[in-house]
């Protein structure tokens, strides 16, 4: 797994570790679960309680670039 630039620094990938999932860098907590727990309607704060080991700025930055990634492929406006 490659880990995008925007997100080096932010994200982590190592086959020892979770059997390879992208996670947060300092953490054990994979990326799925910021987003699943999303999907299911519940917060970023929520997900942050629940996560203390990942800061704001972590998680914000995954979904800046979720949402970028999307909006590049519509040709929409990137978000800043």
Do not use: W
Not at 53 to 72: C, D, H, I, P, W
């Amino acid at each position: 797994m490659t880990i995008p630039p925007e997100l080096q620094g932010i994200l982590v990938a190592d086959p020892e570790y979770l059997s390879g999932a992208v996670r947060f860098k300092g953490t054990r907590v994979p990326v799925q679960a910021l987003l699943d727990t999303l999907l299911h309607d519940h917060t970023i704060d929520y997900f942050l309680e629940g996560f203390p080991g990942v800061s704001r700025e972590q998680a914000e930055a995954v979904l800046k670039f979720e949402q970028n990634t999307v909006r590049e492929m519509f040709g929409l406006e990137l978000a800043s």
